[in-house]
């Protein structure tokens, strides 16, 4: 039942996304390409905003962090330093009867949260019978049914988590043998053995056979920051500890796509690496998880929806991961990764280049290879989060119901919606000079079709915290009605007011100095 509610509310964002020309299904007159959208009119705006807070944050508000814009295209022998050509991999499998492919972890993952599932009707079940005296954490922690999932769940986790640390394979297709795992399109248990499967796209770049090379679209950002680390440090002149941000397209060939923009073959990350000094990682590290959760936090989308989720398995050449995740419809879900990658990568690049990649430490009066800490975040990721948490169908006292998105306000696609009670005696002429004032700073738009309700309700669709009303009484005293929102609370104000108004709420500087 749960499940479904999450799924129903997801398609629902879903059609809004695509209604209000946010998120689009790319190539749609085609019928679509698996896991790949388009932006809107909206939702680009949104996007852009996103990354304008990200890029701000790190780079205003940090002397020490300087930005890039590194080529999707790299040397192929970059991915074979970096250990993606040779480990990025997936484990899947093929279900004989539909044909259909899978990966097999997220097969057994999903049969873990069945458990979490179950444990949470459980709770939900009681807190409905006892009310309001309900202590929830007592009950997970003594309640015998509980306790049975919570026993039968870890005992599945560390069977999985075993098998994934020793690169089982065989382990993995038992795992789903033994759980009575099926296929979801044939029902049936018909499984062919577990397979790695490289997420890397490649194309050949060149014109000619003997002389083109295989090349592959980036996984990540972060190998471009890597590879110009000597080139930013040499020419910016900086010292250590500083770092390297970066926004751009990854690729990945995602066997299971799925959840909308949450797993794509094509999207977009902000990714920073923060060079340090050898043994001061970890203690950078802390400071970066609590940097990231403050950015996150501070867009006031509820402290509640983000936790941080220690790795157990660490990949072979970090010593500390974290991620932020946030409560997504289908539960809480990676939104960004936060990596002490120790001078892995540094090093490899050193190896495979065979150029020197050292730091002179002039406090030190020594050369060393950087370590690194890494804080990665997905945009589309991001993106989905905001709509998820802003989306809201509510129930008005006059019985009717609006759709709204609470976006944060400094992210909102259009901050200000200037409409003319009635396409005469002036009014559109006085609301364009409105509109024209506002507009150098800020995205407004312009409406004076259909009723004022209605055009309250398509503001309210696409998120829009302000919408200003030019009545006949402008015309006489300067005056304008602002309607918020989020209250959808009215008053009338002097149009020469209304930059600070709008500003004291929207502006980008009161976001970032939150974080100061
Ligand atoms: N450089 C480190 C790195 O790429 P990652 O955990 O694989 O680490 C970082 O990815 C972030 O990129 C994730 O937290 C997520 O937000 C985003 N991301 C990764 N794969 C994605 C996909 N297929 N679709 C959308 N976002 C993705």
Same mark, same amino acid.
């Given at each position: 039942?749960?499940?479904?509610k999450?799924?129903?509310?997801?398609?629902?964002?879903?059609?809004?996304a695509?209604?209000?020309?946010?998120?689009?299904?790319?190539?749609?007159?085609?019928?679509?390409?698996?896991?790949?959208?388009?932006?809107?009119?909206?939702?680009v705006e949104?996007?852009?905003n996103i990354?304008?807070?990200?890029?701000?944050?790190?780079?205003?508000?940090?002397e020490?962090?300087?930005?890039? &814009?590194?080529? +999707?295209?790299?040397?192929?022998?970059?991915? *074979?330093?970096?250990?993606? @050509?040779d480990? =990025? /991999?997936?484990?899947l499998?093929?279900n004989r009867?539909?044909?259909?492919?899978?990966?097999?972890?997220?097969?057994?993952?999903?049969?873990?949260?069945?458990?979490?599932?179950?444990?949470?009707?459980e709770?939900?079940?009681?807190?409905?019978?006892?009310?309001?005296?309900?202590?929830?954490?007592?009950?997970?922690?003594?309640n015998?049914?509980?306790?049975?999932h919570?026993?039968?769940?870890?005992?599945?986790?560390?069977?999985?988590?075993?098998?994934?640390?020793?690169?089982?394979?065989?382990?993995?297709?038992?795992?789903?043998? &033994?759980?009575? +795992?099926?296929?979801?399109?044939?029902?049936? *248990?018909?499984?062919?053995? @577990?397979?790695? =499967? /490289?997420?890397?796209?490649?194309?050949?770049?060149?014109?000619?056979?003997?002389?083109?090379?295989?090349?592959?679209?980036?996984?990540?950002?972060?190998?471009?920051?890597?590879?110009?680390?000597?080139?930013?440090?040499?020419?910016?002149?900086?010292?250590?500890?500083?770092?390297?941000?970066?926004?751009?397209?990854?690729?990945?060939?995602?066997?299971?796509?799925?959840?909308?923009?949450?797993?794509?073959?094509?999207?977009?990350?902000?990714?920073?690496?923060?060079?340090?000094?050898?043994?001061?990682?970890?203690?950078?590290?802390?400071?970066w998880?609590?940097?990231?959760?403050?950015?996150?936090?501070?867009?006031?989308?509820?402290?509640?929806?983000?936790?941080?989720?220690?790795?157990?398995?660490?990949?072979?050449?970090?010593?500390?991961a974290?991620?932020?995740?946030?409560?997504m419809?289908?539960?809480?879900?990676?939104?960004?990764?936060?990596?002490?990658?120790?001078?892995?990568?540094?090093?490899?690049?050193?190896?495979?280049?065979?150029?020197?990649?050292?730091?002179?430490?002039?406090?030190?009066?020594?050369?060393?290879?950087?370590?690194?800490?890494?804080?990665?975040?997905?945009?589309?990721?991001?993106?989905?989060?905001?709509?998820?948490?802003s989306?809201?169908?509510?129930l008005?006292?006059?019985?009717e119901?609006?759709?709204?998105?609470?976006?944060?306000?400094?992210?909102?696609?259009?901050k200000?919606?200037?409409?003319?009670?009635?396409?005469?005696?002036?009014?559109?002429?006085?609301?364009?000079?409105?509109?024209?004032?506002?507009?150098?700073?800020?995205?407004?738009?312009?409406?004076?079709?259909?009723?004022?309700?209605?055009?309250?309700r398509?503001?309210?669709?696409?998120?829009?915290?302000?919408?200003?009303?030019?009545d006949?009484?402008?015309?006489?005293?300067?005056?304008?009605?602002?309607r918020?929102?989020?209250?959808?609370?009215?008053?009338?104000?002097?149009?020469?007011?209304l930059?600070?108004?709008?500003?004291?709420?929207?502006?980008?500087?009161?976001?970032?100095?939150k974080?100061?």
């Amino acid at each position: 039942m749960a499940q479904v509610k999450q799924e129903e509310t997801l398609k629902k964002i879903v059609s809004h996304a695509k209604e209000y020309g946010f998120v689009f299904p790319s190539s749609e007159i085609y019928d679509g390409l698996g896991a790949v959208y388009d932006y809107g009119q909206n939702g680009v705006e949104l996007k852009n905003n996103i990354k304008r807070y990200w890029w701000s944050a790190m780079t205003l508000l940090h002397e020490n962090i300087v930005g890039i &814009d590194s080529a +999707i295209f790299m040397h192929p022998t970059i991915w *074979k330093a970096s250990g993606h @050509v040779d480990a =990025f /991999n997936d484990p899947l499998i093929d279900n004989r009867d539909s044909k259909k492919r899978y990966r097999a972890d997220v097969l057994i993952e999903d049969e873990i949260a069945k458990f979490d599932d179950k444990i949470e009707k459980e709770v939900a079940k009681a807190a409905k019978r006892f009310g309001e005296s309900f202590d929830a954490d007592l009950y997970r922690t003594t309640n015998p049914r509980v306790l049975e999932h919570v026993a039968k769940r870890d005992e599945l986790h560390n069977r999985y988590k075993t098998a994934m640390e020793a690169n089982d394979l065989a382990e993995l297709k038992q795992i789903i043998l &033994d759980y009575g +795992i099926v296929c979801p399109i044939s029902g049936t *248990k018909n499984w062919t053995d @577990v397979r790695q =499967f /490289n997420l890397m796209f490649k194309t050949e770049m060149g014109s000619t056979a003997d002389g083109s090379m295989t090349v592959y679209l980036r996984p990540e950002t972060a190998q471009g920051i890597f590879v110009n680390f000597l080139n930013v440090q040499k020419t910016g002149r900086m010292r250590i500890p500083f770092g390297i941000a970066q926004i751009g397209k990854a690729f990945r060939n995602e066997i299971v796509a799925r959840q909308f923009i949450f797993r794509m073959r094509e999207f977009e990350q902000m990714e920073m690496q923060f060079f340090v000094r050898p043994g001061e990682e970890l203690e950078w590290f802390s400071k970066w998880k609590e940097t990231r959760l403050k950015w996150h936090k501070a867009l006031g989308m509820g402290d509640e929806k983000y936790r941080f989720h220690d790795h157990d398995k660490l990949a072979h050449y970090a010593n500390a991961a974290t991620d932020i995740e946030f409560r997504m419809p289908f539960g809480f879900k990676e939104v960004e990764g936060i990596h002490s990658r120790t001078d892995f990568d540094l090093s490899q690049h050193e190896k495979y280049s065979g150029k020197k990649i050292q730091y002179f430490d002039p406090e030190l009066n020594k050369s060393y290879t950087p370590y690194v800490i890494e804080t990665s975040i997905g945009v589309d990721r991001m993106f989905l989060s905001i709509l998820c948490s802003s989306y809201e169908e509510e129930l008005l006292e006059n019985g009717e119901t609006r759709v709204v998105l609470h976006l944060p306000k400094a992210l909102a696609p259009v901050k200000a919606c200037v409409m003319p009670l009635v396409r005469k005696d002036g009014l559109p002429e006085k609301a364009r000079e409105i509109m024209n004032m506002l507009k150098f700073d800020y995205a407004c738009c312009y409406d004076e079709k259909d009723s004022i309700g209605k055009r309250y309700r398509r503001q309210d669709a696409i998120g829009t915290p302000f919408c200003i009303t030019v009545d006949h009484q402008t015309l006489e005293d300067g005056t304008v009605t602002i309607r918020h929102r989020d209250t959808m609370e009215q008053e009338r104000v002097a149009i020469d007011q209304l930059p600070q108004l709008i500003n004291s709420e929207v502006s980008f500087n009161a976001l970032l100095k939150k974080l100061v």
